[in-house]
DNA sequence: ATTGTAATGTAATAATATTACAATTTTATA
DNA sequence: TATAAAATTGTAATATTATTACATTACAAT
């Protein structure tokens, strides 16, 4: 993974509709790749947590998605982001209890979220090489490492401009 | 600050009474110090988190602490959470929901979070090169860093033996 | 003593997430 | 194609985590 963040683009007023299809682009390409059934349901989550970079909490997806089918419940949002964060097109920021779509699913991730407390934007910016001492730190006192949550909160340069 | 974890005494069975009595000594002198008032409610929840070394959820410690005080409710515990966290000497785990006491409240932190997805332990340990390098590359996206959120969940020395 | 500030009491509610079981749809295969 | 198995969705209830609002009490500073 390139960096996934640019600073000329994502993080200023850019054309957002390109940023929306590649993420469902890749998403079908990775499902289908895997084996995986992108379901209707399965489909429009994903679209609306791409709507924008900030991320959406579960309770606000119901809240759009439920005006458009009236049978949809927590359960069903729950659902879908299961599924979505299993097959890697969306990470939790466990910092705000909300979800932001992967637009790089295609290929591995060490990514840190950058999170920008003003505008509440959310993208994820390539950070494989603390991931690597981060995993080699742990190794060093015998603690095998399994999963990084890196999530860095502060001001981004749209907001700082 | 130095190794806060130490994978001969706190990933291990160890006197965890020191542990304790360590967390208490230095909460009272970072409170007088920073002219903070460590009252017996505050100082009770701070001693309930450090009973053990794993992450404790506030509704845990409110059935703990309902039963040595009545009137406790849930609010009773988020206030002194967030004057403990504000007052550093105690951190939210992100990725559990759940808080854990900072051992070495008096020096500086700029650590990460080891979880153990086995034990449930949690301990933090010294990871300052890491948040400088992180600092350095979001500064080279005009992204100001404010504050970072860095667990590491996997398994510890003790269970992996 | 008086007054302002911080801390706590009390009640209600908001926000986030999961469990259990039934019905339906899709997939696999006989 | 018919059938069985597996995956997905429907539906209801509930569990877990966290906050807001306002009253009261304790503490600190005149
Ligand atoms: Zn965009
Ligand atoms: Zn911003
Ligand atoms: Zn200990
Ligand atoms: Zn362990």
Redesign the interface.
């Known amino acids: 993974m390139t960096?996934v963040?640019d600073?000329k683009t994502i993080?200023h007023p850019h054309n957002h509709k390109s940023c929306l299809q590649q993420a469902l682009h890749v998403a079908e390409q990775v499902c289908h790749q895997k084996g995986l059934r992108l379901t209707p349901i399965r489909r429009r989550i994903l679209e609306l947590i791409c709507t924008s970079h900030k991320a959406i909490g579960a309770y606000e997806l119901l809240d759009i998605f439920h005006a458009e089918d009236a049978k949809a419940k927590p359960v069903t949002i729950y659902r879908a982001l299961d599924f979505l964060m299993e097959a890697g097109l969306v990470h939790k920021v466990?910092?705000l209890n909300a979800f932001i779509a992967c637009l790089h699913a295609e290929s591995q991730h060490k990514s840190?979220i950058?999170i920008?407390?003003q505008c509440h934007n959310a993208y994820e910016?390539d950070?494989e090489?603390?991931y690597e001492?981060?995993f080699a730190?742990?190794k060093s006192?015998?603690?095998?490492?399994?999963?990084?949550?890196?999530?860095?909160?502060?001001?981004?340069?749209h907001c700082?401009a």
């Open positions: 960096h963040i600073s993080q466990e910092s840190v950058l920008c407390t910016m950070a090489p603390i001492q981060l730190l742990s006192i015998q603690f095998t490492p399994h999963y990084l949550t890196l999530e860095l909160q502060g001001i981004c340069s700082a």
